[in-house]
């Protein structure tokens, strides 16, 4: 038997923690609860001594927010899979927390389906934007934008990946060689002005150029 994913959560609203303890430990044995903490710095040291797999973080928290606290657990436990579970809806601080690697962002209004859901597909590799999430990445205000131009491969990759797939099943699912795939990565990583699949992703909604 397969061992439980340990979650460890992160949210200043301590009913918010209960909330998600609560509707795990109703719906699955499959997933376990290994710690929670209401402030980010709480956490990262509470971290040390647990082995976690997952963090469910909130972005808005006071002393310190979700998006340094998430560049913080990137460069400390790099093999934690961190998922951005938040009630903000403002496109720019999604972004931002997009952007320093979360492998997820989820609302907290998502059901217990949703959020299990979430919680097993990190794990497995893939990246998530929870339901109703992406239609607010293109709201973003800015001056209009050149969007770059793709070649036909480069957009079915982009379309794979942004589907929420791992580069391994991209490369499955086109028949093509995990060489390919990072080939084209790169080429997207020169048209987006970054070294970060997540922001290649995280722009290509919001420029509705992926769904």
């Known amino acids: 038997m397969r061992s439980p994913i340990d979650v460890f959560l992160i949210d200043d609203h301590h009913y918010m923690n209960t909330g998600v303890r609560e509707t795990i430990e109703k719906n699955t044995d499959r997933i376990c609860v290994a710690g929670e903490a209401t402030f980010a710095p709480d956490a990262i040291e509470q971290l040390k001594d647990l082995e976690v797999d997952v963090v469910l973080l909130d972005i808005v928290m006071p002393e310190m927010d979700g998006v340094k606290c998430c560049a913080i657990l990137k460069k400390l436990y790099p093999d934690i899979k961190i998922i951005a579970f938040t009630g903000e809806l403002n496109p720019e601080l999604l972004l931002r927390i997009w952007e320093e690697g979360v492998h997820a962002i989820l609302l907290k209004s998502c059901g217990a389906e949703e959020l299990l859901g979430t919680i097993k597909r990190v794990m497995k590799g893939q990246t998530i934007f929870g339901n109703d999430v992406p ?77």
């Not at 209009?144 to 480069?154: M, S, V, Y």
């Open 135 to 211: 239609d607010f990445f293109a709201h973003v205000d800015g001056p209009k934008e050149k969007i770059p131009k793709f070649t036909k491969t480069e957009l079915e990759v982009l379309k794979l990946l942004g589907s929420g797939m791992s580069r391994k099943e991209a490369a499955e699912a086109s028949h093509r060689s995990m060489y390919a795939i990072e080939f084209h990565c790169k080429n997207l990583y020169k048209k987006f002005g970054t070294n970060r699949i997540h922001t290649v992703i995280a722009e290509a909604k919001r420029k509705r150029i992926i769904k």
